[in-house]
């Protein structure tokens, strides 16, 4: 059985532009969460979407957003990227109530 | 807030056994999780703990949690260079969501 898959692997964007994340969820998991890990830290909660709603949002700026697609799987938007923004994003899925398991990231450079 | 915090460095020999301690500040936490992370890699989920638990026991893995003094451990036994990572203990916050709060994590280095 396929894990949480993210999409793309690695990137490379320039100041300003716009990115959008993939990730696909285990089969059967309603709940996806992003995480944003930058170099030498723990991950920071971004957002949380439980069955298409979204039920937490992290303390970032309105540049981020996300949805929940009907299939359960999810996208994460940024938009005018800045250099700080460089990071590993990080996906996980549940069926809810904690138990995550995290996809093997984007890693995202912002330059 | 909600924070957790654990010492940055664990330096063991291959063998022993090596104790990763952690604090957080979330009372309501129900379950506390332990992660690892090998360099360039994502989380991998390695065992979890119920807030009404004293001890858990998972093959070489235990974790212990003293819920009054908010301290979470995990001993690893028979440490293997292998289980060279980063580990990372994330309580469950249950303010707003179902939100896994990570401190910068434990680095365990295993030599021969």
């Known amino acids: 059985d396929a894990g949480v898959t993210q999409s793309p692997t690695h990137l490379i964007k320039t100041r300003g532009q716009h990115v959008t994340l993939r990730c696909s969820p285990i089969?059967?998991?309603?709940?996806v969460s992003w995480y944003q890990q930058v170099l030498g830290q723990g991950p920071q909660f971004i957002f949380q979407?439980?069955?298409?709603?979204?039920?937490g949002r992290g303390n970032f700026p309105d540049r981020f957003s996300a949805r929940q697609f009907p299939n359960y799987s999810s996208e994460l938007n940024v938009n005018a990227l800045l250099l700080g923004d460089s990071a590993l994003y990080l996906c996980?899925?549940?069926?809810?109530?904690?138990?995550?398991?995290f996809g093997s990231g984007t890693r995202l450079t912002v330059v | 807030g909600e924070d957790v915090e654990q010492s940055l460095f664990l330096s063991v020999r291959e063998g022993d056994s090596s104790v990763i301690n952690c604090t957080y500040t979330?009372?309501?936490?129900?379950?506390l999780y332990w992660y690892k992370q090998e360099p360039g890699a994502g989380l991998q989920l390695l065992t979890y703990i119920f807030s009404n638990m004293d001890m858990k026991q998972d093959q070489r893995l235990t974790v212990l949690l003293n819920k009054k003094d908010k301290h979470l451990s995990l001993r690893i036994a028979d440490t293997q260079t292998g289980d060279s990572a980063i580990y990372f203990c994330a309580p469950l916050g249950t303010y707003n969501t179902d939100k896994l709060i990570f401190g910068t994590g434990t680095r365990l280095q295993v030599f021969p």
């Open positions: 089969s059967g998991h309603k709940s």
């Open positions: 996980a899925s549940s069926l809810g109530g904690g138990g995550y398991t």
């Open positions: 979407y439980y069955e298409k709603e979204e039920r």
């Open positions: 979330d009372s309501s936490s129900t379950y």
